[in-house]
């Protein structure tokens, strides 16, 4: 496999604070290299309520949770951190020479002198189809996302979901796939209206089906494809539904994962620290934002930054042990305008 990347710090989560954690890294010239099991930056502002206006940042009156997330990216610039997206962080190691072997979903292999965990509720997981034994088809036939959107051209496609992913996708595969199902379990969708409007449209000019009921079974052919699913109708009826992929999109669900085994002190689903450098049980690693815990923790964004700032001064002396640290103001240090580039 690949040559692992050696750094001084790795950051596992790219919401709000582990942006901010770039930032206060940056400062004292630690570069970081950050994870997400998302797509997208931005934690739960921008999965969950990227347009809805936050109104306790301090000295920003009101902003929204992507405008949050767009601003952050701005600041941290300066710091180069390298993004590595789609992907979990499943291993994590401690090395014989003190530093830690840590691994993604995707391959990438790191070796780094500290890491911050900024996981958040944990990593977001689509949520999945719950029925009996359908899971073999995962990646085969049954797809939580869509990595690979050729794959289904000219083919009978059955999407299940009444959200803006689920009607998103069978809008845009309506005249690429051979036929289109959107099955969602109820006549009401949480979809933007113009979507839902533009599906209605289609499924009136016979461009695309819509059903209403749940997926309650699954028929394989000989050869152990997937051929068909059983969907009970709201009248109560089970009907057979032939298709070649099936498609769901019912959310993201935050899972702690494989956090949970890498030693370290937990709490009711959260990482003990304590709040003089904000580190775990295991020495080099710290853990900030919603995925922490201590007395009188509270889970807003304002506390994460705050704890960013100072597992930054706590992570230092493990990447300079010979240099005293000093704390500086951005206003005057020549030195951190060089580091910010706007000497
Ligand atoms: P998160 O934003 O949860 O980000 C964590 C990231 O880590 C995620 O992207 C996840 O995919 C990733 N991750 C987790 N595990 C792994 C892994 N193993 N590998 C790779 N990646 C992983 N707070 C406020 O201060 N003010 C508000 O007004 C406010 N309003 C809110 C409204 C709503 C509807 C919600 C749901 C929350 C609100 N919050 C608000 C809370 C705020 O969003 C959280 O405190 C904040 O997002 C926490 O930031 P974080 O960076 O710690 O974690």
């Given at each position: 496999s690949h040559m692992a990347i050696e750094t001084d710090a790795i950051i596992i989560g790219a919401g709000p604070v582990g942006l901010f954690q770039v930032f206060e890294l940056g400062l004292l010239e630690i570069k970081a290299h950050v994870i997400d099991?998302?797509?997208?930056?931005?934690?739960q502002c921008v999965?969950?309520?990227?347009?809805k206006p936050i109104y306790d940042i301090p000295a920003v009156p009101v902003c929204t949770g992507q405008e949050l997330t767009d601003n952050l990216l701005k600041q941290i610039e300066p710091f180069g951190a390298t993004f590595h997206l789609n992907?979990?962080?499943?291993l994590v190691e401690k090395r014989d020479d003190g530093r830690f072997n840590l691994e993604t979903s995707a391959g990438t292999r790191f070796v780094t002198k500290t890491i911050f965990i900024a996981a958040g509720v944990g990593s977001f997981q689509p949520r999945t189809l719950k029925v009996d034994g359908i899971d073999q088809f995962d990646n085969s036939q049954l797809f939580y996302r869509v990595r690979e959107p050729a794959r289904f051209a000219g083919k009978n496609i059955v999407i299940c979901g009444g959200g803006d992913s689920a009607l998103d996708w069978a809008l845009n595969f309506v005249g690429k796939a051979e036929s289109v199902i959107l099955l969602h379990?109820?006549?009401?969708?949480?979809?933007a209206p113009a979507s839902v409007a533009k599906m209605r449209e289609l499924c009136d000019n016979y461009e695309m089906q819509l059903i209403i009921g749940q997926v309650t079974g699954y028929e394989a052919n000989d050869e152990g494809s997937l051929n068909g699913i059983k969907v009970t109708g709201l009248d109560g009826v089970t009907r057979r539904l032939p298709l070649d992929y099936l498609m769901v999109f019912f959310g993201l669900s935050p899972k702690l994962g494989p956090i949970a085994e890498w030693g370290l002190d937990i709490e009711r689903k959260q990482i003990k620290v304590g709040t003089e450098k904000f580190e775990t049980n295991v020495p080099g690693i710290f853990a900030v934002g919603d995925i922490n815990t201590y007395p009188g923790k509270k889970k807003l964004i304002l506390s994460g930054f705050h704890e960013a700032a100072l597992a930054a001064f706590g992570a230092a002396p493990y990447i300079f042990p010979d240099k005293k640290i000093h704390m500086q103001y951005t206003t005057t240090s020549p030195k951190l305008h060089k580091i910010l580039g706007v000497e």
């Amino acid at each position: 496999s690949h040559m692992a990347i050696e750094t001084d710090a790795i950051i596992i989560g790219a919401g709000p604070v582990g942006l901010f954690q770039v930032f206060e890294l940056g400062l004292l010239e630690i570069k970081a290299h950050v994870i997400d099991s998302l797509a997208s930056v931005g934690g739960q502002c921008v999965e969950l309520y990227p347009d809805k206006p936050i109104y306790d940042i301090p000295a920003v009156p009101v902003c929204t949770g992507q405008e949050l997330t767009d601003n952050l990216l701005k600041q941290i610039e300066p710091f180069g951190a390298t993004f590595h997206l789609n992907q979990e962080v499943t291993l994590v190691e401690k090395r014989d020479d003190g530093r830690f072997n840590l691994e993604t979903s995707a391959g990438t292999r790191f070796v780094t002198k500290t890491i911050f965990i900024a996981a958040g509720v944990g990593s977001f997981q689509p949520r999945t189809l719950k029925v009996d034994g359908i899971d073999q088809f995962d990646n085969s036939q049954l797809f939580y996302r869509v990595r690979e959107p050729a794959r289904f051209a000219g083919k009978n496609i059955v999407i299940c979901g009444g959200g803006d992913s689920a009607l998103d996708w069978a809008l845009n595969f309506v005249g690429k796939a051979e036929s289109v199902i959107l099955l969602h379990r109820r006549d009401e969708f949480r979809a933007a209206p113009a979507s839902v409007a533009k599906m209605r449209e289609l499924c009136d000019n016979y461009e695309m089906q819509l059903i209403i009921g749940q997926v309650t079974g699954y028929e394989a052919n000989d050869e152990g494809s997937l051929n068909g699913i059983k969907v009970t109708g709201l009248d109560g009826v089970t009907r057979r539904l032939p298709l070649d992929y099936l498609m769901v999109f019912f959310g993201l669900s935050p899972k702690l994962g494989p956090i949970a085994e890498w030693g370290l002190d937990i709490e009711r689903k959260q990482i003990k620290v304590g709040t003089e450098k904000f580190e775990t049980n295991v020495p080099g690693i710290f853990a900030v934002g919603d995925i922490n815990t201590y007395p009188g923790k509270k889970k807003l964004i304002l506390s994460g930054f705050h704890e960013a700032a100072l597992a930054a001064f706590g992570a230092a002396p493990y990447i300079f042990p010979d240099k005293k640290i000093h704390m500086q103001y951005t206003t005057t240090s020549p030195k951190l305008h060089k580091i910010l580039g706007v000497e």
